[in-house]
């Protein structure tokens, strides 16, 4: 009979486990599974993320993140197109804190995040004009 009060040192999966200076064979469905810690970098404009620092840096010296590109006015996110920051406010996997907030106060046509609705109303009134 093995002690239970050693140290058990679990090898990942395999069904082998170390219970002081002896080994028990299990089945690798008992051996628990501890996935690995790692500590993932983001890119500060687009939020991409990388497990190498340097994966994100040579990220931001490629892709030319410009103050041009179309930005979350909630989360400060840079998207490639206008297209991705509709999905990113209001599409099926929508970042619910800035999906919320542009269903109350955001401008369809153009994605801007007005500060009131008082203020979107009067920004509908210039964006969404009418040919009448």
């Known amino acids: 009979m093995v002690e239970t009060k050693k140290p058990i040192l679990c090898c990942f999966n395999w069904s082998i486990r170390f219970i002081g ?19 993932r970098h983001k890119c500060p404009a687009c939020y991409k ?3 190498r620092k ?3 840096i040579e990220l931001m010296r490629t892709s030319h993140h410009s103050v041009h ?3 979350c006015g909630v989360c ?7 297209e991705s920051l ?11 804190n800035c999906s919320s907030i542009f269903a109350e106060r955001g401008c369809i046509l ?23």
């Open 21 to 39: 200076h002896q080994y028990v064979e299990v089945e690798p469905s008992q051996v628990p599974h501890q996935p690995l810690s790692t500590t």
């Open 110 to 132: 153009c994605l801007k995040i007005c500060s009131s609705v008082d203020s979107l109303n009067e920004h509908k009134e210039m964006c969404h004009l009418t040919t009448s």
């Open 49 to 51: 993320q990388c497990k």
């Open 54 to 56: 340097e994966h994100i």
């Open 76 to 82: 400060n996110k840079h998207c490639k197109s206008f």
């Open 86 to 96: 509709r999905e990113h406010m209001a599409g099926p996997l929508a970042k619910v």
């Open 69 to 71: 590109d179309p930005t």
